[in-house]
Every structure is written in C-alpha cells, then in structure tokens.
C-alpha cells in the first residue's frame, strides 16, 4: 500500500527552514534506508521542528487567527 501524506504550511518558507529540512532528512537516509523511520515520519518531525520555530513570527499568528 503506498501511503501519501500531504502538509500544508501556511507560513512563508524561507530557503534557510528548507535547508533545515533538507540537512534532517539527509542525516536520517541511512535510518530511512534500514527500514527504522519511514520518510513520512521524518517529515512530520521536521514539520513539529518548523513549527516550533515559526510559533512566534507574526505571519504565523496571522495564519491561525484566519483558520479560526
């Protein structure tokens, strides 16, 4: 069964959050690979990781108080 998980970010993603991203999933291939984290639970972390970081920027803010 092929899973999809899709993730909407509602907050500007500058080049220096995808570079984080992208240095995480890098560091964990070899765990990815051996079958230890699957890829989507690696993007989840790094998506709670944006997150976090992100939580006080007023663009941030401005997107949850739109979702309600």
Sequence with gaps: ???????????K???EY???????????????ELGKVTRSELLLKALDAF???VADMPEYQDFLALRG
């Design 1 to 11: 069964m092929n899973s999809e998980v899709k993730v909407t970010i509602g907050v």
């Design 13 to 15: 993603v500058t080049p």
């Design 18 to 32: 995808v570079k984080d991203i992208d240095t995480m999933v890098d560091f964990f291939q070899s765990r990815i």
């Design 51 to 53: 997150t976090e970081r």
